[in-house]
């Protein structure tokens, strides 16, 4: 059994993005699991469906991007192997493949689309047993010198890179909405063609636009 986990803090996303991603998650995920959601949204529970485990934000010194980094912290009660997923994702295929990744105490983390030597955070496998220690203590110690790095996963980048347990999930399991080849990124918008790369397993959608603003209809047969 892992745990699926997500965040919906603020009014960044809707609710039917938690809904939407435990869909998603289900359909595409036959490895046992525990799907839990992290917010701030005290009515979460009224508005979705099916078997999530609300659970309320951690820590409220964290805002913004930084909630992530409290799934690190020993209070954030999350046992055993965590595979993590931003809301503005859309899974196409079946995922088995991230949780089984790696070993049982391994950091797994995205190259990112625009910086490949950098880490992308959207999504994550850790397990607490060393995440916490690894992660978690060295940022919540110096936390304000942290926060002058541009968001949480510049902070995962500069405290697991070149550490043996940290690890990246294949390139060829996901694509930017944006463009797929992380080759060549295309980051003029006139340039963006938003195609869908035949073997893609996951599609992020880092920055604008998002999912239920897409018009292409993979987006619309798959974010549901």
């Known amino acids: 059994m892992i745990n699926v986990v997500c965040l919906l803090a603020g009014d960044k ?9 435990y869909n998603m998650v289900k359909r595409h995920l036959t490895v046992p699991h ?15 469906e099916g078997d999530i485990e609300i659970r309320p934000l951690i820590h409220n010194d964290l ?4 909630n992530k980094m409290s799934f690190f912290s020993p209070q954030a009660k999350l046992e055993g192997v965590n595979l993590y997923f931003d809301l503005d994702v859309v ?5 088995d493949c991230f949780a089984e990744f790696g070993s049982v105490g391994s950091f ?3 190259n990112d689309f625009g910086q490949p030597d950098q880490c992308n955070s959207s999504i994550m496998k850790f397990n607490n047993e060393t995440a916490t ?18 968001g949480d996963q510049n902070i995962i980048h500069e405290l697991t890179m070149n550490k043996s347990y940290h690890t990246r999930f294949p390139n060829e399991w996901t694509q930017s909405y944006k463009w797929y080849s992380r080759k ?29 603003e897409s018009e292409m209809q993979w987006v619309k047969e798959n974010w549901k």
């Not at 805002?63 to 930084?66: A, L, S, Y």
């Open 184 to 212: 060549k990124p295309r980051f003029h918008k006139t340039e963006w063609t938003f195609e869908l790369d035949p073997i893609t397993k996951v599609a992020v959608f880092h920055g604008q636009p998002n999912p239920h």
């Open 63 to 66: 805002q913004g991007w930084f």
């Open 91 to 95: 899974i196409l295929k079946n995922i």
């Open 108 to 110: 797994c983390i995205l």
């Open 133 to 150: 220690g690894l992660i978690w203590d060295h940022y919540y110690k110096d936390k304000n010198r942290f926060r002058k790095l541009h």
């Open 13 to 21: 996303y809707k609710p039917i993005y938690v809904q939407n991603l």
């Open 34 to 48: 525990k799907f839990i959601c992290f917010t701030d949204h005290v009515k979460l529970h009224k508005l979705v």
